[in-house]
């Protein structure tokens, strides 16, 4: 995952930039950059750390133009570390080609070895860097076209946004793994991962960038085409349940009312005989909210989350993700004290956080324990930009539902079956990829896998 913006035709780009990666933090936690043009000078400036640490008033007065395009990063292939800070940036041929990319590619080794044997020396372990070299090799007429001949040479996940001298370019790919919408503000034209970024910048929401199209914004307007369209649509439906913003409408729907809609299926599915219904805050609020309206168990919020600790999930290491678990959220006792619960969560990857969040709400007093889990078992690897990379690290993917509930410590554990999770879904189930679920993968994958693949490389 990462967060991804692009402004053409504004005189604070930069500034908008800014804002709109702030409204996307929450997209990766790792790095954040913006790279601006002013029709004669590219510059740039990036960093390990949230938006809020990297950018500072000097550094946002140096990134003078019109156009801008800005990233926050969540390594999914590469380390976490400054060479590998979007939005990548090169010049060639008297041109700066600036690129800002959310998913995984799949076929990064074999193009990777392609460009080397052709004389490309690479400068990270992105697998974003590869389109550069793309288009490096091309033999287009100009650059429009070398977009158009090189995208289509990617397999896998990529919604991106790129600064091409003068013109902002946008794309995703013909599966439509990513989002990716358009925007207005003061004749300007925004791109960005999320709704909630336009919001934040009062641009207008226009339309979404569509599966397999690219999209070409200069001084003489915007001009789209179509990349040779895939049998299917592969939409993340892991956006839904856990990624995406609740305010962010993605896909054409907004992601809370997705939610609130998972979780009242759940409880249709598996109802609980309890006192309170409570969230673990933020990313079940939603779910358990829907839960709570269709089993009329009022809710409660029985635990207060430290707003000034990132989100544990999109850690780089265990070590990490641990400690953090420890100081985000605290229960409140009051509220537990000999109470049955029934704790509403998004999703379970590992087990861990889950289990030392239990152990705090039995500190806490509550009587019973009962978790619902508002997806189903997550029992495969994504290889499309989330990271969860191995079977091994899937605790669903090795272990019976009885064993979890036993590892965590509940008193029951239910997760809302496959057919429940997208009949909440607001569009047809043939347009999502639901792989980490049901090991169903649309897209070709690739042949070696692991995050750090262009590291051991040699
Ligand atoms: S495998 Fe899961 S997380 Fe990855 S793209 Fe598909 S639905 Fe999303």
Redo the contacts with the bound molecule.
């Keep these: 995952m990462c967060g991804i913006f692009g402004i053409y035709g504004h005189k604070e780009a930069a500034s908008l930039a800014y804002l709109g990666l702030y409204a996307l933090q929450h997209r990766g936690e790792e790095s954040a950059g913006i790279v601006s043009y002013d029709g004669k000078r590219v510059r740039q400036h990036k960093s390990m750390g949230l938006v809020s640490d990297v950018f500072n008033e000097t550094a946002l007065k140096s990134l003078k133009g019109h156009i801008a395009v800005g990233h926050t990063r969540y390594s999914t292939t590469g380390s976490s570390n400054i060479k590998n800070v979007q939005p990548f940036l090169v010049s060639h041929k008297g041109s700066h080609i600036a690129i800002a990319h959310n998913g995984n590619l799949t076929n990064t080794v074999q193009l990777r070895r392609e460009m080397e044997d052709k004389g490309s020396i690479f400068q990270t372990t992105m697998d974003s860097e590869i389109i550069a070299h793309l288009m490096a090799h091309s033999e287009a007429k100009d650059y429009r076209e070398n977009v158009m001949l090189s995208l289509p040479q990617l397999e896998g996940?990529y919604s991106m946004v790129m600064m091409i001298d003068g013109m902002l370019v946008g794309a995703r790919d013909p599966y439509g793994?990513r989002p990716l919408c358009l925007g207005r503000l003061d004749g300007a034209y925004a791109l960005a991962s999320e709704t909630c970024a336009l919001d934040l910048i009062h641009a207008k929401y226009v339309r979404d960038i569509e599966p397999g199209e690219i999209i070409f914004i200069d001084k003489k307007g915007i001009k789209r085409v179509s990349m040779p369209k895939k049998d299917k649509h592969?939409l993340?439906?892991?956006e839904y349940i856990y990624f995406a913003r609740p305010d962010s409408n993605i896909f054409g729907k907004n992601v809370y009312l997705v939610r609130k809609q998972l979780g009242r299926q759940l409880a249709k599915e598996y109802p609980a005989d309890c006192d309170i219904v409570m969230p673990i805050p933020d990313s079940g609020n939603s779910a358990a909210m829907g839960f709570s309206e269709e089993s009329g168990i009022p809710l409660e919020v029985g635990m207060i989350r430290n707003h000034y600790v990132g989100r544990t999930f999109i850690q780089p290491t265990q070590h990490i993700r641990d400690f953090r678990v420890k100081i985000k959220l605290n229960p409140i006792k009051d509220v537990l004290k000999g109470k049955r619960i029934v704790i509403v969560e998004d999703s379970i990857v590992r087990g861990t956080t889950s289990k030392s969040r239990v152990k705090t709400l039995r500190e806490a007093g509550a009587s019973q324990i009962h978790m619902r889990i508002s997806c189903p078992p997550i029992i495969s690897p994504?290889f499309?930009?989330?990271d969860f990379p191995t079977k091994k690290e899937l605790i669903a993917s090795n272990h019976t539902i009885d064993w979890i509930r036993d590892f965590i410590g509940v008193d029951s554990l239910k997760y809302l079956s496959l057919e429940g999770m997208l009949k909440a879904m607001p569009l047809a189930k043939s347009e999502f990829?639901?792989?980490?679920f049901n090991g169903m993968y649309p897209a070709k994958l690739p042949k070696q896998f692991s995050k750090y693949i262009l590291e051991r490389w040699g």
């Design positions: 996940a793994f592969a993340c439906i892991f994504c499309y930009g989330i990829c639901t792989a980490c």
